[in-house]
């Protein structure tokens, strides 16, 4: 079983977020433990006794926002965010990131998260398929952080098992969405790293974050599938999602 966690950055409602991503990163299920641990570890530096009171989420991270972030300064706090992400960076070779980047003013009649996970679902349905050998069929659990989405989210996973996505029926999803606590889950604390870093790859333009796991993002033939960026400002965009597909034809 493979597991896909996923976290947002970005608001729907806040004119001031151009982007909407959904971000994550898909391990084996046997994987979780080790990365878990990893993770712990570096937590233990700020509270050995109990290091599961600390949650790594990256915003509150990068501003300061939240104990025990407030008291640091700001390059102690990005050499944290840089742990967490070489953690991610050292993982499994088989563990794969997947990041949908929507710019909200290029579809403005569109539900942005829902474009995004309809994208994802897609991606890795696809990822899924193309693991399986043989009558060896791969199977996926999608599991996010709670939202207000939830619902909705559910909703549509049951219609693309059944209605299909615009790019066909997912067929290797094991179940509908599972929603869960971040601060009880470090995978999903991973995702919302993942989520962070190319939000500001696409918002600010900083790609500090983003340059040190883009090479984890699933790919194929030259075309980096685990990443889209989906607008229509500018159609000869040069990130790495867009100019991938262009050099191979345009492909999903």
Not at 34 to 50: H, I, M, Y
Not at 203 to 224: A, L, M, N
């Amino acid at each position: 079983m493979h597991l896909l966690y996923l976290d947002d950055s970005g608001s729907a409602e806040n004119e001031n977020d151009p982007y909407i991503v959904l971000a994550g990163i898909s391990v084996y299920e046997a994987q979780v433990h080790w990365l878990t641990q990893e993770l712990d570890k570096v937590a233990e530096s700020f509270d050995p006794d109990n290091p599961h009171n600390i949650e790594f989420h990256d915003s509150d991270m990068f501003q300061g926002r939240v104990d025990p972030w407030k008291a640091m300064g700001k390059p102690d706090r990005r050499n944290v965010i840089n742990s967490v992400l070489k953690v991610i960076q050292g993982s499994y070779e088989s563990a794969r990131l997947f990041a949908c980047a929507v710019h909200k003013q290029s579809f403005p009649d569109q539900d942005p998260m829902e474009m995004a996970f309809e994208d994802l679902c897609s991606r890795f349905d696809q990822y899924l398929k193309k693991t399986s050998k043989g009558s060896e069929r791969q199977r996926g659990m999608v599991i996010l952080d709670k939202s207000s989405y939830e619902t909705t989210l559910q909703g549509l996973a049951r219609n693309f098992r059944t209605l299909g996505t615009q790019w066909g029926v997912i067929s290797t999803l094991a179940d509908t969405p599972m929603f869960v606590d971040s601060r009880a889950s470090r995978l999903i604390q991973v995702a919302d790293h993942v989520a962070y870093a190319v939000n500001r790859r696409y918002t600010t333009g900083d790609t500090s974050f983003f340059d040190q796991i883009v090479s984890r993002f699933d790919s194929q033939d030259g075309i980096i599938h685990g990443l889209a960026h989906k607008q229509k400002i500018d159609m000869n965009c040069m990130c790495p999602a867009c100019l991938s597909r262009r050099a191979q034809g345009g492909a999903h």
